[in-house]
């Protein structure tokens, strides 16, 4: 058995589990499971062991993952959806350092701009949702959770 198949078998279903997670389609995440694998295989000599094989699969495999997720919807598009949570607040959430910093800014933040951005991002709810549960506009609700993305990033920036 060589090294890289090693590897598959010990980490499959370890990035399967997560990207059935992210996708809730297992057709879809078995596809991307196999897409990482590949990209992995192509890519094992920069490899460089700065974190665990599993981490290193799974970015690979969100990446891919969130790829996929915009080419669709390109193809397809959904009036009051909106896309998912901000990608740079996703990569701050990785580690466990820096999602401290995001839950200590969190934290310190006045309403409403807390409440906003927990039900956008944690509650994963639309604007067109979060601007009926305040009674206010849409365009207030987008307002809103810029604003609270930017305090946010300022304090993690300052840390």
Known sequence: M???EKIYDQYFREV???ILSLSRDEKLAEEITQE???KALKSMDSFQGH???NVWLCQIAKNTYFTHYSKQKRYVTEEGKDQPGDLILEKLMESKEAAFLVHKALHSMAE??????????????SFREISELFGKTENWARVTFYRAKQKIQDVVKEE
């Open 2 to 4: 060589t090294e890289f």
């Open 16 to 18: 399967y589990a997560f």
């Open 36 to 38: 990482t694998f590949f």
């Open 51 to 53: 974190s665990k094989m």
């Open 112 to 125: 409403p701009y807390k409440e906003v951005f927990t039900l956008r991002i944690f509650g994963e709810l």
